[in-house]
């Protein structure tokens, strides 16, 4: 099940979800979703409209992903910068990029055989979104990027 804190964030953000597309954009992407102030946090994204589920999936995947980057990346007490954005990057797709500059993914991570749960969580987020996920690593740091087809937005 969830933690607490994110099920209040949903409520807020996604008070009542009904048919009416989310729109996701800086306000949505993040505000409250880090307890982290220390860690210097930047968000670029553009409006995207999704529906209810949707946005609640893509969401839960960020959340899953700063929590990973907060609790791996990062010693804890020393954290380091967290960037997301969500761009559309052609007429047919929206590109949404996760980066930290932390310590890296351990050598012998592969994508596919991610056991933990919340990696798990993310990639049948993207299948969800029509979209792809791939991991690259960065000098220092990962990157982990959802190609989104626009189509999947709603009117």
Do not use: W
Request: charged letters at 25%; proline letters at 8%; glycine letters at 8%.
């Amino acid at each position: 099940s969830m933690p607490s804190e994110c099920v209040a964030l949903q409520k807020k953000i996604f008070k009542p979800v009904d048919r009416r597309p989310v729109v996701v954009n800086n306000r949505f992407v993040l505000p409250n979703l880090v307890r982290q102030p220390r860690s210097p946090f930047g968000v670029d994204a553009e409006p995207m409209q999704l529906s209810g589920s949707h946005a609640i999936a893509l969401g839960m995947a960020t959340h899953e992903l700063i929590t990973n980057a907060i609790k791996h990346a990062y010693d804890e007490g020393e954290p380091g910068p967290i960037d997301v954005s969500l761009k559309r990057n052609s007429a047919d797709t929206f590109v949404f990029r996760f980066t930290d500059r932390g310590r890296g993914l351990p050598e012998d991570f592969q994508i596919d055989t991610a056991a933990s749960l919340g990696m798990k969580m993310i990639i049948s987020t993207a299948r969800q979104l029509g979209g792809t996920f791939e991991v690259n690593r960065l000098e220092p740091g990962s990157e982990f990027v959802i190609h989104i087809p626009a189509s999947v937005q709603e009117a």
